[in-house]
């Protein structure tokens, strides 16, 4: 039998594990099984790997980043982004050997790419976690220019106060990459000036439990453009899938 799973906490928000469970059904891949492992601490993944026998993980909040001590070997695009959804096990005659990769960068492009094209615009980037590295990775190869937007003070954010009208004119791309709005807590939802919002303004939430979040929903009833994150969720996990099947990597 053939095994992966997902490690986080909580994972109760995620639907990895539905989406490759109706996969391996729909494929008639009955040797595969997926299952979640709600580790509260990285030091249990040495002893899951051992005992469990995994030949891939994909890695969620809040662990993207902290894991990849964990590695014995990095994607240069993850190294570059500094962050890993996805690690891969490889057994090898010297044991078991553990290499991080990225597929958060493939699933934020392939939502992205139809709706920007080739337009000019600026984003705002809310959050500055595992998944926000792999957004402003994204943005930075297509040449769009960003600002990190963080709850708190730091050298070369934004803070959501600092939001004004003349700053929401000018950065009409605004990314969500913190779980503000993620089940169970659906009433959430960043602190920005909705009442700036209108149709040139464009929303992305990486949040994708439920399908329309509370931010999208302002963004939707101010006649915004919005995206759920649920595409990524669908693309970055084949990403997943295709890197775990790949011998060369």
């Known amino acids: 039998m053939r095994k992966f799973g997902l490690i986080g906490y909580p994972l109760g928000h995620s639907f990895s594990r539905k989406y490759f469970q109706e996969k391996f059904e729909r494929e008639n891949l009955s040797d595969c099984t997926y ?3 709600p580790v509260t601490s990285l030091g249990q993944l040495p ?7 995994i030949e891939g993980l994909n890695v969620t909040i809040p662990y993207k980043t ?4 964990f590695l014995d070997e990095i994607d240069p695009e993850a190294r570059a982004v500094g962050a890993v959804n996805v690690l891969k096990i490889k057994n090898t005659v010297t044991g078991k050997r553990v290499i991080g990769f990225n597929s958060d960068i493939t699933g934020i492009r392939d939502t992205l790419e139809p709706v920007i094209g080739k337009k000019k615009i600026s984003a705002l980037v809310l959050g500055t976690g595992g998944s926000s590295k792999a957004v402003c990775h994204v943005l930075e190869s297509a040449g769009i220019k960003y600002m990190l937007v963080s709850r708190s003070a730091k050298e070369g954010c934004l803070t959501y106060p600092e939001l004004s009208a003349d700053i929401l004119e000018g950065w009409k791309l605004i990314i969500n990459t913190t779980p503000l709005g993620m089940y169970p807590d659906i ?3 960043p602190d920005i000036p909705y009442d700036l919002l209108g149709r040139q303004h464009i929303l992305f939430d990486l949040v994708y439990n439920p399908e329309i979040t509370a ?3 302002m963004g939707t009833d101010r006649g915004c453009t919005t995206l759920s994150g649920l595409k990524m969720l669908y693309s970055q996990a084949e990403k997943s899938w295709e890197i775990w099947n ?3 990597l």
């Open 35 to 37: 299952d979640n492992y």
């Open 47 to 53: 002893d899951l790997l051992h005992y469990y026998g």
């Open 66 to 69: 902290a894991v990849i001590r």
């Open 187 to 189: 009433e959430t939802k």
């Open 215 to 217: 931010f999208l929903q």
């Open 246 to 248: 790949n011998d060369s």
